[in-house]
């Protein structure tokens, strides 16, 4: 808080304290009652009427705080006050006190008019509230009105205005009377007097006091009998009165006064009351000096702002004018320019004339051939309308077609699946001895010549792959060849065997055999064949293989480790599937990444079955869960089965020890070999983490752990160590890389399509299902489970309805 050393002139009915800061607390009169008012004229009116009425006779001191504006209005707009100009700032902060020396005044107007003797203490502070209590402190004032902003006292305590701030924090000396609207709602009695003050200094006070109320009495800036004073005459007469008086008669004079100090008739002696009229003039001599040498600094001060403010006019004025002649120089180019412009233009419009001439001519022959070539579009447009009546006859004829199309294959699918029920019909006669080896391979060969997929011409499968050109080549094997093509509206990819290799036909025949009637969402489609061309058309996947994606050929993305895990099920779900497959399980024989090819959403599907490299038909289809082969394994030597090796004999835990390995791969991203023994070797000193591929990730320790015990025990070297793949063993793995995402409860998902489900239906296999999934499994024509690949004893559906209940319970929840 900053208390103003003078800066403020005497009016003709205030006097003002203008106190300046010492180390020592100023001393006031304890009988003045001093009051805090604010800018709002309404509020301190009526503080003013209620401090008359209580306190009569007696002085007060209007207490007037205010905190400086932060912002200085400039020529650019407000600024800070700290980045503005030093003399704007200055020029305005006298603005801001003449402003408060103005409502001031009003208030000690109103104090003149009910005869009232006041004057006014007015400080700058940045805290309105602490610096009413500053104020306080230093001046020690005893006696203290001040507003409340409620008229119930409890709400003043637990409020956070200035009544609450001073009620708590002013000093308990001070005795506060606290006004809401004119009415006296409470009172802080007084509980100490100030420690600072001491009996001759509350007696320097009394005397103080008596002395300023015999000089201001109700507000007039006037002292009594001050008229007698005024002329040079009547004051060099006083003063030539002290100077004649001896040192040794105002030694007595005081001595005599201090010893009948008791006696009002002796202090009012002649000399004591010259004493006092003496320095009640002097001061307020001193004070007009002062209000004149304030008043000087204001006008100077004005002459120096209203100096700046013709500077500035001045610079404007100039910029004014450099800006003008600037414009008169960019106008004298502009005319200048716009002459030669001019010239250009006409020049530009006598071309234009001729020009316009010659084009009149040109119109008037143009019309002619107009008129002629009318003639001919109204011909030609006849012949549209009849080109355009043909058109949709043909399109009629084309949609009638391609109706009767879409009847045939509807019909060629029935007629397949119910030859592939005979089929089964008479595998099953076949296993219960009811025919003859003989009339059942006659019976194989006769489904092979059935019609159950799309047949291809030879042309067709040229026209796809460009004469099976080069450019069209995806990759290249023993058997023969991959192309990529375009058919049936699609991207395929197209396998021609080898006709000239011994067993390359019989490959053909085995692999449609068997993979027309194989339907799995992880094994590659079988879209139709081509017995002309050896070949046969599967579905295209865009994102190749998953060799390409372990080891980053070609700038890959790496793999993250949920869709690792991911892939892991799916790989288990189709392996699943063929191990279950009835009369026989089918073995892949040749599980490697190169066999796994991914889709656009980076989906796995098991492609080159091992099984097309089968001897003979017996041995496919012979009652052993095992069957010898005469050649040696297609694929890399590493992800062979040890036991296979030593006696030749392909099992389905063949394709398990296959599987294990590519498990290692995809969680440490090695190379197969050794990799069996170094994960164990890891594993068993505790580092599982050092090994795993750091690309995918930070893998879930739960999911790295179960997935590396499984794949160690797939790998082991005895085949009765490695484990079976069931369905519950499928859903587990199924659940690991969804797990560590949504925690959604396993039996809340539909097993076909993996998402909540909505209306449960139970299979006859005991396991539940989304209805649409089932039915739509149901009515293309399977007869088995999806999860077991058994026969359903029955094709009805039982609704789950406390499956359905759970579900929309922890639906609602979360």
Same mark, same amino acid.
């Given at each position: 808080m900053k208390l103003l050393n003078n800066p403020f002139p005497f009016s003709s009915q205030s006097h003002i304290h203008s106190p300046i800061m010492e180390q020592s607390s100023p001393v006031t009169n304890p009988n003045q009652i001093h009051l805090a008012v604010g800018k709002s004229l309404h509020k301190t009116t009526t503080l003013l009427q209620w401090t008359f009425n209580q306190f009569r006779n007696q002085e007060i001191v209007l207490i007037h705080l205010y905190k400086p504006s932060p912002v200085i209005p400039t020529l650019l707009g407000k600024m800070p006050a700290s980045q503005a100009n030093p003399e704007v700032v200055s020029a305005f902060r006298r603005e801001e006190r003449e402003q408060t020396v103005r409502f001031t005044d009003k208030y000690l107007s109103i104090c003149y008019a009910a005869k009232v003797k006041a004057s006014v203490i007015v400080a700058e502070t940045d805290q309105i509230q602490k610096g009413i209590v500053d104020l306080v402190v230093s001046h020690n004032i005893r006696k203290l009105v001040i507003g409340a902003e409620t008229e119930n006292f409890m709400k003043v305590k637990r409020s956070s205005g200035k009544a609450n701030y001073t009620f708590k924090h002013a000093p308990p000396f001070c005795e506060i009377w606290f006004i809401y609207k004119g009415r006296h709602i409470w009172t802080r009695e007084a509980s100490e007097t100030p420690c600072s003050l001491s009996s001759a200094a509350q007696a320097e006070i009394a005397s103080t006091e008596r002395t300023r109320e015999a000089s201001f009495q109700y507000g007039k800036n006037e002292l009594p009998h001050l008229e007698d004073l005024q002329p040079n005459s009547a004051r060099t007469a006083v003063c030539s009165e002290i100077r004649s008086l001896d040192l040794g008669e105002i030694i007595e004079t005081e001595a005599t006064n201090s010893s009948k100090s008791s006696s009002c008739s002796s202090y009012c002696?002649?000399?004591?009351?010259?004493?006092?009229?003496?320095? *009640?003039?002097? +001061?307020?001599?001193? #004070? $007009? %000096? /002062?209000?004149?040498?304030? !008043?000087?600094?204001?006008?100077?001060?004005? *002459?120096?702002? +209203?100096?700046?403010? #013709? $500077? %500035? /006019?001045?610079?404007?004025? !100039?910029?004014?004018?450099?800006?003008?002649?600037?414009?008169?120089?960019?106008?004298?180019?502009?005319?200048?320019?716009?002459?030669?412009?001019?010239?250009?233009a006409e020049v530009a419009l006598r071309d234009t004339v001729l020009e316009q001439q010659k084009l009149l001519e040109e119109s008037e022959r143009i019309s002619g051939e107009l008129q002629m070539t009318m003639r001919n579009v109204a011909l030609l447009d006849s012949r549209a309308k009849e080109t355009i009546r043909r058109r949709d006859e043909a399109a009629h004829?084309?949609?009638?077609?391609?109706?009767?199309?879409?009847?045939?294959?509807?019909?060629?699918?029935q007629i397949r699946r119910q030859k592939m029920e005979a089929l089964r019909w008479l595998e099953r006669w076949k296993s219960r001895g009811q025919i003859g080896a003989a009339h059942y391979n006659g019976v194989i060969g006769f489904a092979e010549e059935l019609p159950e997929l799309a047949e291809f011409s030879l042309s067709d499968i040229e026209n796809a792959t460009c004469n099976f050109s080069e450019s069209f080549k995806i990759a290249q094997g023993g058997f023969g060849c991959i192309y990529k093509g375009e058919m049936l509206g699609r991207t395929v990819a197209i396998k021609k065997f080898h006709q000239q290799n011994v067993q390359g036909p019989a490959e053909f025949h085995r692999e449609?055999?068997?993979?027309?009637s194989l339907q799995h969402p992880h094994l590659l489609t079988l879209l139709g064949v081509c017995p002309e061309a050896w070949s046969i058309v599967y579905e295209y996947l865009?994102?190749?293989?998953?060799?390409?994606?372990?080891?980053?050929?070609?700038?890959?993305?790496p793999l993250t480790w949920n869709i690792r895990t991911r892939m892991i099920a799916e790989i288990s779900s189709a392996l699943c599937f063929l191990h279950s497959f009835k009369p026989e399980a089918i073995i892949h024989g040749d599980l490697k990444p190169e066999t796994i090819l991914l889709d656009s959403s980076l989906s796995c599907k098991i492609c080159e079955f091992r099984f097309s490299r089968l001897g003979t038909e017996e041995s496919l289809y012979s009652p052993s869960s095992s069957f010898r082969l005469s050649t040696e394994p297609k694929g890399a030597f590493t992800y062979t089965d040890p036991e296979f090796q030593r006696t030749g004999v392909l099992t389905t835990k063949s394709d398990i020890y296959s599987f294990g390995l590519i498990i290692l791969q995809l969680l440490t991203g090695r190379t197969p070999v050794g990799l069996a023994v170094l994960v164990r070797h890891?594993?068993?000193?505790?580092?599982?983490?050092?090994i795993l591929d750091s690309s995918a990730g930070e893998w879930p320790l739960s999911v790295a752990s179960r997935l590396v015990e499984l794949g160690l025990q797939c790998c082991a070297q005895n085949r009765r160590s490695r484990p079976e793949l069931t369905p519950t063993l499928v859903r587990e793995l199924e659940q690991l890389h969804v797990s560590e995402e949504r925690p959604v409860?396993?039996?809340?998902?539909?097993?076909?399509?993996?998402?909540?489900?909505?209306?449960?239906q139970i299979a006859a296999d005991g396991?539940?299902?989304?209805?649409?999934?089932?039915?739509?499994?149901?009515?293309?024509?399977?007869?088995?489970?999806?999860?077991?690949?058994?026969?359903?004893n029955h094709l009805l559906l039982t609704p789950n309805h406390s499956i359905r209940l759970a579900i929309q319970d922890w639906l609602c929840k979360s």
């Open positions: 002696s002649p000399q004591n009351l010259t004493a006092v009229y003496l320095d *009640a003039y002097s +001061e307020v001599m001193e #004070e $007009r %000096i /002062n209000s004149q040498l304030i !008043e000087t600094q204001r006008e100077a001060e004005a *002459a120096t702002d +209203e100096s700046f403010a #013709e $500077r %500035i /006019n001045c610079r404007r004025s !100039e910029a004014e004018a450099a800006e003008a002649m600037q414009k008169v120089k960019l106008f004298e180019s502009a005319h200048a320019h716009e002459v030669e412009l001019r010239k250009e004829e084309l949609l009638l077609i391609q109706t009767s199309i879409s009847t045939l294959w509807q019909e060629r699918q449609v055999q068997i993979l027309s865009p994102n190749g293989t998953l060799q390409n994606y372990l080891f980053r050929k070609s700038n890959i993305i890891a594993v068993s000193f505790g580092k599982l983490s050092s409860p396993s039996f809340f998902l539909c097993p076909i399509l993996q998402e909540i489900m909505h209306d449960p396991f539940t299902y989304e209805g649409d999934a089932i039915r739509e499994w149901l009515e293309n024509g399977h007869d088995t489970s999806p999860m077991t690949n058994l026969k359903l």
